[in-house]
């Protein structure tokens, strides 16, 4: 039972208000008994696509307006504590045209899917059956050799098509309202008002989806399938929308914890050439004692210099004075009584004299490069050093780099002692109390 609070209730959320003590339609009693359990969704779908009948007329209180919502009869039943005017009944559809017996036979045969296609139009102020297929394949193959040849050029008409598909009251349609651009304006009008008939006496939960076309290809598989994706996709959004969703979508994906990496930019990545990577291997494989990188600024690689031998007083001979360079060095030496072979880094940046687009991408691209090594390699740098000049590159200076020296704990500053000799014994001086006056 759906009492008349409960539509009042609903026509408000629709933004609708509704006058239930019209001399239009009396509610005399509390409940309001439904036809069919349908009745509450064709209120909805009606009142929300503009399809019921409506008048604007002056409030009886004064001030304002009342929308009064004229109900199809049809609708609802007519027991006796409710009793509809004879203007209600007169007005039982938009624009007074009624279905015919034939088609509303035809539509009880065609929810039990006796039927693929039907084809509707307005004749003789009445909704009549124009054309009727049976199924014979799948509904995608059958779409388009069944509807298309229905649409005519200059008439409108309705198209009702079954799927292979069911809901929990049959059968699922799609139902197709066909009206050309070069129609006559009086039959538009007339289709568009007669539309939410048609849809009525069919049964709305029957409908899967509605389609509206002025063109063929508004109507076809293919277009039908536009129209499903189109539903499917989100609504559009307008610049600042967008930009306050990426805002909140950074937003859910930052990763904030303990265990979080820094998520600032370490450096530019530039790749090693193929020739520079096989440079590489082969000093791993101690082929090469001496490998010397550049970077290719046009084509934005790291490309080979030098690799030929070299011993550790030509290493400064090696490092260009006008130009920037990566050196990846083997130092054959010996400590403590261990003879070792370190893989030394050399990042060679000759001052100011080079320009300060190759001293940053110099920078930027020297932790990338290292990080390469190390971790694609497998070899392991055990000193990175940075110079400006070769001179630099001294056999001191490069065993001590490798391995600092090992500094003894510093002993704490020691106070010195005072001047030897009596001091004197120690002295309280005692400043002038309360009752006691000062000498002059």
Request: aromatic residues 10%; hydrophobic residues 35%.
């Amino acid at each position: 039972m759906l009492t008349t609070k409960y539509l009042i209730y609903a026509f408000k959320k629709l933004g609708i208000g509704i006058d239930l003590e019209s001399t239009w339609y009396r509610f005399e009693e509390k409940t309001v008994s439904p036809v069919s359990s349908e009745y509450s969704l064709h209120c909805a779908c009606a009142i929300a696509t503009q399809r019921l009948e409506q008048r604007r007329v002056t409030s009886p209180s004064g001030g304002g307006h009342v929308t009064r919502v004229l109900f199809p009869s049809s609708w609802i039943s007519s027991p006796s504590n409710i009793k509809p005017s004879p203007r209600i009944r007169k007005m039982s559809h938009q624009t007074g045209i009624p279905a015919s017996t034939e088609v509303k036979d035809i539509f009880a045969k065609a929810r039990n899917g006796d039927y693929r296609l039907l084809k509707i139009v307005i004749k003789d102020e009445q909704l009549v059956l124009s054309e009727s297929k049976r199924a014979s394949q799948n509904w995608e193959e059958d779409y388009n050799s069944l509807v298309l040849p229905l649409l005519d050029k200059d008439l409108p008409c309705y198209i009702l098509y079954r799927l292979d598909s069911t809901n929990s009251q049959g059968h699922e349609w799609i139902f197709i309202a066909w009206s050309p651009d070069h129609s006559a304006v009086r039959h538009k009008m007339l289709y568009a008002a007669t539309r939410a008939t048609v849809k009525k006496e069919f049964g709305g939960g029957h409908i899967k989806d509605e389609i509206f076309g002025t063109l063929k290809d508004d109507i076809c598989l293919s277009g039908y399938k536009k129209y499903l994706k189109s539903q499917a996709a989100p609504l559009p959004l307008t610049a600042a929308e967008e930009e306050l969703r990426q805002i909140k979508l950074s937003e859910v994906q930052t990763d904030i914890g303990v265990d979080t990496k820094q998520q600032t930019l370490q450096g530019v990545a530039f790749p090693l050439h193929g020739e520079a990577m096989q440079a590489m291997q082969k000093f791993k494989d101690k082929q090469f004692n001496y490998v010397q990188l550049k970077i290719d600024f046009g084509k934005e690689l790291i490309v080979l210099s030098n690799t030929e031998q070299t011993e550790l007083k030509d290493l400064p001979k090696r490092i260009p004075k006008d130009a920037a360079r990566y050196h990846f060095f083997l130092y054959k030496h010996t400590h403590e009584g261990d003879y070792l072979e370190s893989i030394v880094f050399i990042y060679s940046m000759p001052g100011y004299s080079c320009s300060i687009k190759e001293r940053m991408l110099y920078s930027s691209c020297k932790n990338p490069l290292i990080d390469m090594v190390e971790n694609k390699l497998q070899m392991e740098v055990v000193k990175k050093l940075e110079i400006d000049n070769g001179e630099e590159l001294t056999a001191d200076f490069l065993y001590e780099e490798v391995h600092p020296k090992q500094h003894a704990h510093k002993q704490a500053f020691a106070k010195p002692k005072g001047p030897a000799g009596r001091r004197g014994d120690r002295r309280i001086t005692r400043h002038p109390g309360d009752g006691e006056e000062a000498d002059d």
